[in-house]
């Protein structure tokens, strides 16, 4: 079993949809919590973090459940420009942070 | 605007060669990630450096692979050596501790 895992999608959405991405991950020392937004061809970038309570960035809301290990993504009112593949991450700690990175789902929002 | 620079951005080389990949981590960040990145596999941490120590270098062929930081302004990568199945994009990502800023990566192709 992977350490993270995610839906690997695609997700075809129309423009103006809501969606969303859980990710699973199977170490309960995992301490932190990301998405981040892989544009093709190009690096990730750290989208948000995920925090215990749920966290909102705009029409991007983030969720953990601990007690069920997993982490969701809900992107609302999706334009063409959130088309991209989004990748869950778990920090542990062992001496430092290591980031463990699931496969990424791939989102594609079409007019 | 602080950034994770990296070179070369694209590499082509016949087996057997060897390649070193150089990253400039973005000043101030005390954590240093190499990831390799491939359709298969997808994003796989290779190595990383805590205050320019090494801390966990498991995801990487010891037998051909080293990674080194001679100094808090430069990490390298390198690989001898080279096979057709490194192929991939190698990216380098820094952060103070929470969540990750990511390199353009170096595209490597080996014949």
């Known amino acids: 079993r992977k350490e993270v895992e995610q839906d690997p999608g695609p997700f075809n959405v129309p423009e103006g949809a809501t969606v969303a991405f859980n990710c699973t991950y199977s170490?309960?020392?995992?301490?932190?919590f990301f998405w981040y937004r892989q544009d093709c061809r190009k690096e990730p970038k750290l989208l948000m973090s995920?925090?215990?309570s749920g966290n909102e960035d705009g029409r991007f809301t983030a969720q953990l459940n601990r007690a069920s290990q997993y982490i969701s993504l809900l992107i609302r009112d999706s334009k063409l420009s959130d088309s991209a593949t989004y990748l869950c991450?778990?920090?542990?700690?062992?001496?430092?942070?290591?980031?463990?990175f699931g496969a990424g789902t791939r989102l594609f929002v079409k007019a | 605007d602080a950034r994770v620079t990296q070179t070369p951005r694209h590499k082509v080389t016949e087996m057997g060669q060897e390649v070193t990949m150089r990253c400039q981590p973005i000043?101030?960040?005390?954590?240093v990630f190499w990831y390799r990145q491939t359709m298969m596999q997808g994003l796989e941490l290779l190595a990383y450096?805590?205050?320019?120590?090494?801390?966990?270098d498991s995801g990487m062929p010891k037998d051909r692979f080293s990674a080194e930081m001679p100094d808090a302004t430069l990490a390298t990568l390198k690989i001898q050596p080279s096979e057709p199945r490194d192929s991939a994009v190698y990216f380098c990502?820094?952060?103070?501790?929470?969540?990750?800023?990511f390199g353009p990566g170096t595209r490597l192709t080996v014949l």
């Open positions: 990502a820094s952060g103070p501790g929470r969540g990750e800023f």
């Open positions: 170490n309960s020392a995992s301490q932190s």
């Open positions: 995920v925090y215990s």
């Open positions: 991450a778990v920090n542990l700690y062992t001496g430092g942070f290591k980031t463990i």
């Open positions: 000043l101030g960040h005390n954590t």
């Open positions: 450096f805590r205050n320019r120590a090494p801390l966990d």
